[in-house]
């Protein structure tokens, strides 16, 4: 059965920090680019982080960049995302989804190639 589940979320304060996992069975995530998105309530979806089945190269959006770190365990078929100095802003449900390709990695926060998507974490930042 092909399944991705994501991991790891809760309730941090501000300034701390989690490490979100997304987790495969039934296919082998190191054959596609793994992309974090979240959204939060009213808001539209926003990619936070993407690591390339191409070269491994990692990708972060404005908002997170020096905070978030994206990272692949192959051996546990798993990729991470650990965030840090969490802000409230950073609130949302955060999902991680798989593309087998990504033509322009400009856009892949734009989540168009990603076609496969876990059921999401709740990640909430509060005092």
């Known amino acids: 059965q092909v399944q991705l589940v994501e991991s790891g979320g809760g309730l941090v304060q501000p300034g701390g920090s989690l490490r979100l996992s997304c987790a495969a069975s039934?296919?082998?995530?190191?054959?596609?680019?793994i992309g974090w998105f979240r959204q939060a309530p009213g808001k539209e979806r926003e990619g936070v982080s993407c690591i390339s089945n191409r070269d491994g190269s990692t990708y972060y959006a404005d908002s997170v960049k020096g905070r978030f770190t994206i990272s692949r365990d192959n051996a546990k078929n798993t990729v991470y995302l650990q965030m840090n100095i969490l802000r409230p802003e950073d609130t949302a449900v955060y999902y991680c989804a798989t593309a087998p390709f990504v033509s322009d990695y400009d856009y892949w926060a734009k989540g168009y190639e990603f076609d496969y998507w876990g059921q999401g974490t709740q990640v909430t930042v509060s005092s």
């Open positions: 039934g296919f082998t995530l190191d054959d596609y680019a």
